[in-house]
């Protein structure tokens, strides 16, 4: 019987394995840190699925994504509704007469964004005109900060869900920034309802994975 001897391996071959091991360890925990917002946010929102008290905050089911229609910006400039995409949106609907309810829900936009603090800027807060009537520049001062757009009353009815006899002029509605309308708060909203709202909207924000903002 003829017995082979083999050599033992090196050092150097046992700590270049151990290195092997320990970088591809390195490199799922890693993968795993970039994917946890992104795990989180569906998690929440398809299981947890935060909202405010019962009743406050409908879930749009299933979601309705932006329109494929051309916006017209109030300096005459047509805008393809699409490029709102990429960006939390709080929205109203209103003719452009605006009536005193058309500018609480002005003021309670603007509010509840700037209430957001450092995560102001990954929320627009727009205004959607239903006719081609001017609007008035008393309001100018007010709409600095929104994005202000007409769009054909056709292209709204159709994306825009209304709850019970209401009409969608009286809610505010949520986009999420992949463009899909996701939510509509109560008809007329008051202050403490707009609480309600501000924290839903800073769940949704802080649960979320998104680019950050424009």
């Known amino acids: 019987m003829t017995l082979t001897v083999h050599s033992l391996p090196s050092p150097q071959f046992a700590a270049d394995a151990q290195r092997t091991k320990r970088g591809r360890w390195t490199m799922i925990a890693l993968l795993l840190v970039c994917a946890a917002p992104v795990l989180a ?13 019962p009743g406050f905050g409908t879930l749009i089911e299933p979601q309705r994504p932006i329109p494929e229609a051309t916006a017209v910006a109030l300096d005459g400039r047509s805008v393809p509704l699409g490029s709102l995409r990429g960006q939390w949106l709080l929205l109203s609907v209103a003719d452009a007469a605006c009536d005193p309810a058309c500018r609480q829900r002005l003021y309670l936009q ?34 600095k900060s929104a994005v202000v757009l007409r769009v054909a009353p056709d292209v709204l009815a159709h994306w825009l869900p209304a709850g019970g006899d209401h009409a969608p002029t009286e809610h505010l509605y949520l986009v999420d920034p992949q463009g899909n309308l996701m939510m509509r708060f109560p008809a007329n909203l008051d202050l403490a309802g707009a609480s309600q709202a501000k924290r839903t909207i800073g769940r949704l924000l802080r649960a979320a994975w998104d680019s950050g903002g424009r």
Do not use: C
């Not at 946010?41 to 008290?53: A, L, Q, W």
């Not at 627009?124 to 007010?142: E, G, M, N, Q, R």
């Open 110 to 143: 603007h509010q509840l964004r700037e209430s957001l603090g450092k995560n102001m800027d990954r929320l627009d807060w727009v205004w959607l005109i239903d006719d081609a009537a001017p609007v008035s520049d008393a309001l100018a001062p007010a709409l």
């Open 41 to 53: 946010s569906y998690f929440t929102y398809y299981v947890i699925r935060p909202t405010g008290r």
